[in-house]
């Protein structure tokens, strides 16, 4: 497979704080990889190696076949990174801004008509071209900052938190660029958003204390949550727990408040078909028989904070 | 890395007319200058056609000056986050280090050229050594190179622009004062006299001076080229190493 991150044994030290312990993984082009972990967990450490801001205690970063410490300025030609913050340069204008990275990156001027003309548009940055970043709402800076890191439409993006401080349209409207984009492109990003992860990515990592913690897809990572395929039903008649934990599928039944119980299944396997058989037999009277939805944020704070209990009965799913 | 180094050179100088700076900056060097030449330089009293009094105050004018130009170039962008942009960008550090010097050196030269009405006054009231004042203006410019590059250096050590600057005046001071007759004058006393030669070679004012004789000796000139090419040197290591903290 061509590999267009190809991240070894990553480590980076401060003093005796590893911030990142041991990174190794790779990208190929059409993935959207997703970071996810707690503040502090070396996602940013992390891409900030990728993108050769930073040097590694040890360890090494190819980025479409360059090393990132041998070859830095070939390796820093294929990527487009939004810092986290989405740092610019405030006294000037996105429109000058946009062209200072084109200078910089080398695009002749077909090229970079052609690009400022597609990122403008696709960005939704024509409004404010002319006005001083500085005066920009955080939304705008998030945006120019975007703008600057896929200019030169490159083959490998490293986008730090990309929808921070953006409203929900355009959260959904970045989701929607970087999904555009998927095919062509190895693309990292990094978010505290979980539904971001389910909406954008293909594969998700979770990193917590400089190291890998989980690694798959976003639908083979929901499998691990306690919740997943777990039942809740709402119902008042008696021994209802009893005759849930009678069924073979089922593991263990939990009894909420307010008559309401969460069926767990064994295995991770589907059990509502059965629970709904179970009711129908028995002539319960419910008011709620629903799937718990799939969730990554249990599966999250499951992973990162294992001394945490994840239970509580006031997030139920719809029906 | 022409190309890159341009690119930085113009987006830098550039900045400085993007804010109220560069024109602050530069009323206040002429009109120190202004002050420096008519009031405590004595010009007219000395009724003598030469810039003398212009220039003898540049060091002293720089001192303040330069740091204040040159203690942005880095910590800004430390402090803004910019610099991880910068950073990631395909340019070499070379190409950075010198732009930013470069676009910083320029405004300076602006801001000095600015001044040419003080020679259009000697011009008009005697018959000036155009040459002396050619050689002094040269001199003057890469004596504000030499404590522009120790400047920078100093700015790419820190994020707090109030540190760059303090320390930066500390360091161009003891450069400035290496060849003052009050510094000499104390090793003069007890010192061989190549220790005392060594430590008045170290000074911008014993070159800047021998430069305003009007004799642009080569030995003048290497000193500061070589001067400003070490703390540029220093600087882009210290941006490198930084990249490991």
């Known amino acids: 497979m061509d590999w267009m991150i190809e991240v070894e044994g990553l480590v980076k030290k401060f003093g005796h704080l590893s911030a990142v312990d041991g990174v190794s993984f790779n990208v190929p082009r059409g993935e959207v990889l997703g970071f996810l972990g707690p503040n502090g967990a070396g996602k940013s450490t992390t891409m900030k190696m990728i993108t050769g801001f930073m040097t590694p205690t040890a360890g090494s970063v190819r980025v479409v076949g360059y090393d990132v410490d041998e070859h830095p300025i070939a390796a820093k030609a294929q990527i487009g990174y939004l810092p986290e913050g989405a740092p610019a340069y405030p006294d000037m204008t996105p429109i000058s801004f946009l062209n200072f990275i084109a200078d910089i990156r080398g695009m002749d001027s077909t090229t970079r008509r052609r690009r400022l003309e597609y990122v403008i548009a696709n960005v939704h940055l024509e409004e404010v071209l002319e006005q001083p970043i500085d005066t920009l709402s955080k939304g705008f800076k998030r945006r120019v900052g975007l703008a600057q890191a896929i200019l030169h439409d490159p083959p490998v993006l490293i986008l730090d938190e990309p929808t921070d401080g953006l409203d929900p349209n355009q959260k959904h409207e970045v989701r929607g660029l970087i999904a555009d984009m998927a095919a062509e492109k190895a693309i990292v990003i990094s978010t505290h958003i979980l539904e971001e992860v389910e909406a954008v990515c293909s594969r998700a990592m979770i990193i917590a204390d400089g190291r890998i913690v989980a690694d798959g897809t976003p639908g083979e990572l929901e499998q691990q949550s306690p919740l997943y395929n777990a039942v809740l039903i709402d119902s008042q008649n008696d021994g209802v727990a009893e005759a849930l934990s009678s069924l073979a599928k089922v593991a263990r039944v939990e009894e909420l408040s307010g008559g309401r119980f969460r069926a767990y299944p064994a295995d991770g396997q589907s059990i509502v078909a059965e629970i709904a058989d179970l009711v129908r037999l028995q002539g319960w009277s419910t008011s709620r028989l629903s799937v718990e939805p799939p969730r990554l944020d249990e599966v999250f704070r499951n992973i990162t904070r294992p001394d945490t209990t994840t239970t509580g009965d006031n997030h139920g799913g719809a029906a | ?245």
Request: proline share 4%; hydrophobic share 60%; glycine share 6%.
């Open chain 2, 1 to 245: 890395m022409m190309a890159t180094t341009w690119a930085v050179f113009r987006r830098e100088l550039k900045g400085y007319f993007n804010t109220p700076l560069a024109y602050i900056f530069i009323v206040i060097f002429l009109f120190l200058t202004g002050i420096f030449t008519f009031y405590i330089g004595s010009f007219f009293v000395r009724a003598q056609a030469d810039l003398r009094p212009f220039f003898n105050f540049h060091p002293w004018l720089y001192l303040f000056l330069v740091p204040a130009i040159a203690m942005r170039l880095w910590a800004e962008e430390r402090k803004s986050g910019s610099i991880e942009l910068l950073l990631t960008l395909p340019l070499s550090l070379w190409s950075t280090v010198v732009g930013k010097f470069l676009a910083a050196w320029v405004f300076i030269a602006i801001a000095l050229a600015l001044t040419f009405p003080m020679w259009l006054t000697v011009s008009y009231l005697g018959e000036p050594d155009h040459g002396v004042i050619v050689a002094s203006y040269l001199g003057s410019i890469l004596m504000a190179g030499g404590y522009l590059a120790i400047g920078a250096c100093i700015s790419a050590a820190t994020k707090n622009q109030v540190i760059a600057f303090v320390i930066s005046v500390v360091v161009c001071f003891l450069f400035t004062v290496s060849g003052a007759p009050i510094v000499l004058d104390f090793f003069a006393a007890w010192a061989p006299q190549t220790l005392l030669d060594a430590v008045a070679s170290f000074s911008f004012l014993t070159h800047f001076n021998a430069i305003q004789n009007g004799v642009i000796d080569l030995r003048d000139l290497i000193y500061f080229v070589s001067l400003i090419l070490l703390w540029l040197f220093a600087n882009l290591l210290i941006v490198d190493l930084k990249k490991a903290s």
